[in-house]
């Protein structure tokens, strides 16, 4: 594989952190969560952080952390679902390697972030907070250089397709 990274970007509930760990284990690369790397810097969870520290502060500390992880190579990055809103990001994603935007449903990300009390941007109601924050960042993930849906597919599905298009796409 000739890509220095493999970023993956979506909305959260897409899958980046199974597809994440999945897709590192194929290629024999190293996996990195910027979220989890945030919450061992900081030592709190996102959740708190927003609570405590407020959004921007929590935004400035993931763009810290996504340009430190993003200097590394051979490597599959999963990063926050908000993480593309900052274009500095976006430009690092891009300058590091292959960007893959992973993308599902409104219903399919509901189904799997429901029951889930770490995200602090559901807070005040799942479904309309999942719908809105679709709506806001529908144009988003654009940038990316692959889109893979992961609506009604298993984590190796998902790998087994990004692999083909990996290939593809080198070709």
């Known amino acids: ?28 690369w190293v996996y990195e969560d910027t979220d989890a790397a945030i919450e061992r810097t900081q030592g709190m969870s996102i959740t708190r952080m927003f609570a405590e520290l407020g959004e921007p502060f929590f935004r400035k500390v993931e763009s810290e952390t996504i340009e430190r992880t993003l200097q590394g190579r051979h490597q599959v990055v999963a990063t926050g679902g908000g993480a593309v809103l900052a274009e500095h990001n976006r430009i690092l994603m891009k300058r ?6 992973l993308k599902a449903s409104a219903e399919t990300i509901i189904e799997r972030v429901r029951s889930d009390q770490s995200r602090p ?22 940038f990316a250089d692959l889109h893979v849906d992961t609506d009604g597919k298993t984590v190796g599905q998902i790998v087994d397709e990004i692999c083909s298009r990996l290939v593809r796409e080198r070709a």
């Open 96 to 101: 590091s390697g292959l960007v893959v935007a």
């Open 121 to 142: 941007l559901l807070q005040g109601g799942v479904e309309d907070r999942v719908r809105h924050i679709m709506e806001s960042r529908k144009h988003a993930y654009d």
């Open 1 to 28: 594989m000739e890509y220095r990274n493999i970023v993956l970007v979506g909305m959260m509930g897409t899958g980046k952190s199974s597809v994440g760990q999945a897709l590192a284990l194929r290629l024999n």
